[in-house]
């Protein structure tokens, strides 16, 4: 899942070399955080939030599918 976050987020920066992910599970749910280039930020984030919001719906429709908990942090 972590794989395929960093794949979305690196097509759609300018600069892929900036884009980090990490796993961490808290509890049941495994957390992925997303760091990007400052200038990037608008790019993941979208207009109203829907690019998070897209990438958030398919993790979690892997997650489901692997009968798991996941979301998405996006790190300032």
Known sequence: MKVLVQTIAQAL???????????EMEDDTLVIKLSV???DMGRIIG????????????????ATR???????KIIE
């Not at 920066?13 to 796993?23: A, C, H, I, M, R």
């Not at 897209?54 to 892997?62: C, D, F, G, H, S």
């Open 66 to 72: 692997d009968n798991k908990k996941a979301i998405l």
């Open 13 to 23: 920066v300018d600069d892929p070399s900036q884009v980090t992910t990490t796993e």
């Open 37 to 39: 280039a400052k200038e």
């Open 47 to 62: 207009k109203e939030g829907r690019t998070a919001k897209a990438i958030r719906t398919l993790l979690n429709a892997v």
